[in-house]
């Protein structure tokens, strides 16, 4: 059963910076790519960031362009996503998925892989202006 763990989040200021972690289980993490989706009550799930599975080739939701960095430790089963320059807007329970063997085209279309069914409990990251 694949198991997804993240942590990381926290209250920090706007221009502030966290580091999140995503740890996975019960399945091969160099055979997909990763994706980081956040969430906002009362709206969707939307794709934040998605590292490719090969390449290591990175990909952005427009709103998060040059201020967060995803990364990976294959030998570690881990996912990172570096968030800088915070913005209030940036409010939101983070999840981290396998994406597929690709990065979509549009990130913030992004959808989990069509076998993963347990979302993690997310890590919340609160940005206070």
């Known amino acids: 059963q694949v198991q997804v763990e993240e942590s990381g989040g926290g209250l920090v200021q706007a221009g502030g910076s966290l580091r999140l972690s995503c740890t996975a289980s019960g399945l091969t993490f160099d055979r997909y790519a990763w994706g980081w989706f956040r969430q906002t009550p009362g709206k969707e799930r939307e794709g934040v960031s998605c590292?490719?599975?090969?390449?290591?080739?990175?990909y952005y939701a427009d709103s998060v362009k040059g201020r967060f960095a995803a990364s990976r430790d294959n030998a570690k089963n881990t996912l990172y996503l570096q968030m800088n320059s915070l913005k209030t807007e940036d409010t939101a329970m983070y999840y981290c998925a396998p994406s597929g063997a690709v990065c979509p085209r549009i990130t913030t279309k992004m959808t989990p892989h069509p076998t993963f069914t347990s979302w993690g409990q997310g890590t919340q990251v609160t940005v206070s202006s």
């Open positions: 590292i490719a599975r090969l390449t290591n080739n990175t």
